[in-house]
């Protein structure tokens, strides 16, 4: 049986925004139950304290309810920041929030054109040059401060765009693999090769009610 007192994080173990909450409790060691959701079942949990139906979605001991991806990592990171996620070498963290907000509001909408060409028949090749044009932009950074996008070690912003970028990637490889931004590929390489994004992405059977959940982040 879990913790009653541990928080509850419902999760989707390929949706990019349940990935990064899950990278920065798993870097900041903040201790959950994790219920893997299958999205076509959501549990009625779930849907009773966020009904909005989409993951991640942590809820606390007392009852507050996390329903943003971006305020799990910055809940997680503030109560323990053991990599200073939360204080990159080089920026601050208002600078990295607003290049997650470029991510979230401008190159994510361009992802799902390109990703889902059936959804946007009309829309997916020039989303894909759109999304590129942020890429581009992440190359730059990467060369003016690499190996991450603020200095030499990770931080909250690399673990944040990471999980969006990985996914545009895998919609044509062989044309990510062509672009211009060896950076940003070594980069992408160095997260999905990590042993935090491997525990990250540890899969787990889906959750049923009266199960326990599991112990997150994982030994």
């Known amino acids: 049986m879990q913790d009653p007192r541990l928080p509850v994080l419902y999760s989707f ?4 925004y349940a990935m990064r909450a899950r990278l920065a409790l798993a870097a900041s060691g903040e201790r959950c139950e994790l219920r893997e959701v299958v999205l076509k079942n959501k549990p009625p949990e779930m849907l009773a304290a966020s009904p909005k139906g989409t993951v991640p979605v942590l809820v606390l001991a007392d009852a507050t309810v996390l329903e943003q991806s971006l305020d ?6 503030r109560r323990h920041d053991p990599l200073c996620w939360l204080a990159p070498v080089a920026g601050t963290l208002d600078e ?8 979230d509001n401008g190159f994510k909408p361009q992802l799902d054109r390109y ?6 028949p009309d829309a997916s090749a020039s989303a894909r040059e759109l999304g590129a044009q942020f890429l581009l932009q992440l190359e730059a950074r990467l060369a003016g401060s690499g190996p991450q996008l603020f200095g030499a070690r990770a931080a909250l912003a690399d673990a944040a765009v990471m999980p969006f970028v990985r996914q545009f990637a895998m919609v044509d490889a062989a044309w990510f693999e062509s672009q211009p931004w060896p950076l940003l590929r070594a980069w992408l390489a160095g997260w999905t090769a990590s042993p935090l994004f491997e525990r990250a ?10 199960e326990a959940g599991a112990a997150y982040p994982p030994a």
């Open 201 to 210: 992405m540890r899969k787990y059977a889906p959750w049923a009610a009266g």
């Open 96 to 103: 990295m929030l607003a290049l997650v907000a470029a991510c």
């Open 115 to 120: 990703k889902y060409p059936g959804r946007f």
């Open 13 to 16: 173990r390929r949706c990019p």
């Open 72 to 77: 799990i990592m910055l809940w997680a990171l």
